[in-house]
């Protein structure tokens, strides 16, 4: 009961956390962590677990820089941190050799067992199996927030435009009648003519009728000789 109890921070972050948000989740992880280091401290042996002291450690740390700094973390990055703080102390408790189990486990035996060696091999492998299954929630996590970060720069990457698309369709419908200053000026001939987008008057009189002869021609073609009263001047039959 003891060591489940030990998170209950944990489980005050995850509620909170869900229910209002990151920020205040850490707050009230570390009021919870504060709960149980001042019951140990004063408690009936005054001694303080280590887990306890630093899960408060974590999440005072962690409240302190959300409240101060005002991180735009996300939900999986906030959790990522608590999972990873919790899987260091467990970490560093067998790495001194007091693995974190071990005090729960001696709240539960007689004394003369504390410091035999397969009581505290026993407790090693038990807090080795617990922080296993922390690397996995860690490893998780850190999937989850690699395949969000990836999916949102793959969105980013498909509504930005593509660089000079708009410069090519303002060219395509604007034609070449919205050229340069220096592209028109390459465009002037030696006799001083007019180029670019000025066209002289018997230049539209030439290319209509270019127009009419191939219009005509077409039309011969598909329906026949013309009527013997269309001519060249364009004049109706004189039908007197």
């Known amino acids: 009961m003891g060591i489940l109890l030990a998170f209950a921070p944990f489980v005050a972050f995850a509620l909170v956390d869900r229910l209002v948000g990151p920020t ?28 306890e002291a630093g899960t408060l450690l974590l999440f ?23 999972d990873a703080g919790l899987l260091a102390i467990v970490l560093a408790t ?47 996590e850190l999937a989850l927030l690699t395949l969000a970060g990836a999916a949102a720069g793959h969105r980013h990457r498909r509504h930005r435009p593509r660089p000079g698309r708009r410069h090519q369709v ?24 007019t180029s670019g987008c000025e066209v002289k008057p018997e230049q539209y009189f030439n290319s209509a009728k270019h127009s009419a002869r191939m219009t005509g021609s077409l039309a011969s073609r598909c329906c026949g000789p013309w009527p013997a009263w269309t001519s060249s001047s364009g004049s109706a039959p004189d039908n007197s």
């Open 24 to 51: 205040e989740g850490l707050v009230a992880g570390a009021l919870a962590a504060a709960v149980l280091v001042l019951r140990d401290r004063f408690g009936p042996r005054g001694q303080v677990k280590l887990l």
């Open 60 to 82: 005072g740390g962690l409240a302190l820089y959300a409240v101060l700094g005002g991180p735009a973390w996300s939900v999986i990055g906030v959790r990522l941190c608590v």
């Open 94 to 140: 067998i790495a001194i050799g007091r693995p974190f189990t071990l005090q729960y486990a001696r709240d539960q035996v007689a004394p003369e067992f504390w410091d035999q060696p397969e009581f505290i091999r026993v407790n090693t492998v038990i807090s080795a199996a617990w922080a296993l299954a922390f690397a996995v929630m860690v490893l998780a």
């Open 170 to 193: 303002h060219r395509l419908v604007s034609g070449p009648c919205q050229g340069g200053g220096a592209a028109r000026r390459r465009r002037l001939d030696t006799a001083g003519k």
